[in-house]
């Protein structure tokens, strides 16, 4: 059974299990702030469900993936993940980014 470390929590779950599934399964959430209840439920359109996949194998981008990842505010160089798309076949390191789309939001100078 892989194990994915999400933000540093410790997830088992059954191989071919979409990512998504397994971290709400064990109390996670990939999405964050109100995407939590906003967001497509899985079906690869809202883009909110994308994280940062650290190290672990994946399957390459499926099309749809592959097309809401090349829209903003995500961008394909980012190379972020759909968890609602990706299975989990092996261990993962997973962290997820603090936008409301996962994206990467630059630092003010306030938070240092
Ligand atoms: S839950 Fe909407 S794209 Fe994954």
Same mark, same amino acid.
């Given at each position: 059974?892989?194990?994915?470390?999400?933000?540093?929590?410790?997830?088992?779950?059954?191989?071919?299990?979409?990512?998504?599934?397994?971290?709400?399964?064990?109390?996670?959430?990939?999405?964050?702030?109100?995407?939590?209840?906003?967001?497509?439920?899985?079906?690869?359109?809202?883009?909110? $469900?994308? @994280?940062?996949?650290? /190290?672990?194998? *994946?399957?390459? +981008?499926?099309?749809?993936?592959?097309?809401?990842?090349?829209?903003?505010?995500?961008?394909?160089?980012?190379?972020?993940?759909?968890? $609602?798309? @990706?299975?989990?076949? /092996?261990?993962? *390191?997973?962290? +997820?980014?603090?936008?409301?789309?996962?994206?990467?939001?630059?630092?003010?100078?306030?938070?240092?």
């Amino acid at each position: 059974m892989p194990i994915i470390d999400y933000n540093g929590q410790l997830i088992q779950c059954d191989a071919g299990m979409r990512l998504r599934d397994a971290l709400l399964m064990n109390g996670e959430s990939p999405h964050n702030g109100s995407a939590q209840w906003l967001n497509c439920k899985g079906l690869g359109t809202c883009g909110t $469900c994308a @994280v940062d996949i650290i /190290s672990g194998d *994946v399957a390459p +981008k499926n099309a749809r993936e592959t097309w809401r990842l090349d829209f903003p505010p995500h961008r394909a160089e980012q190379n972020l993940r759909l968890a $609602c798309q @990706v299975r989990v076949t /092996s261990d993962l *390191v997973v962290r +997820k980014h603090p936008g409301f789309w996962g994206q990467h939001v630059p630092k003010t100078s306030a938070e240092g």
